[in-house]
């Protein structure tokens, strides 16, 4: 089960303590009974609307590459490296060049 997020956590005790206040204030109870009712009847409805809190979704390893490997190449040929040095050349960061570059 993974773990509750803190929005999930304020806004469930946030539910409770509301709920438990004005359903108190309303039913105007004074027995234990009541109060103990009144208790786990917010406590149901904190649980409820902290499970129902959408939980963030996590981006992985691999939809983050993806993502910036999408941008389009370079057009190739003569024309798209004229002028321009090899130092001025920046290679892909997700290729093997550019992890293990070869000095010869």
Known sequence: M???TAAQLAYGS???IVSTIAML???Q??????VAVISAAALA???LVALTVPAPRR??????RTGASSAPAPAAGPASHEGA????RVPD?????????VHH
Do not use: I, M, Q
């Open 59 to 64: 981006r992985g390893r691999h939809a983050a």
């Open 85 to 88: 040095t090899p130092a001025a």
């Open 2 to 4: 993974p773990r509750p």
């Open 93 to 101: 960061p997700w290729t093997a060049e550019a992890e293990h570059p």
């Open 29 to 34: 109870t004074s027995t234990g009974l009541g």
């Open 25 to 27: 204030l309303l039913s």
């Open 45 to 47: 409805l904190g649980l």
């Open 14 to 16: 946030a539910t409770v």
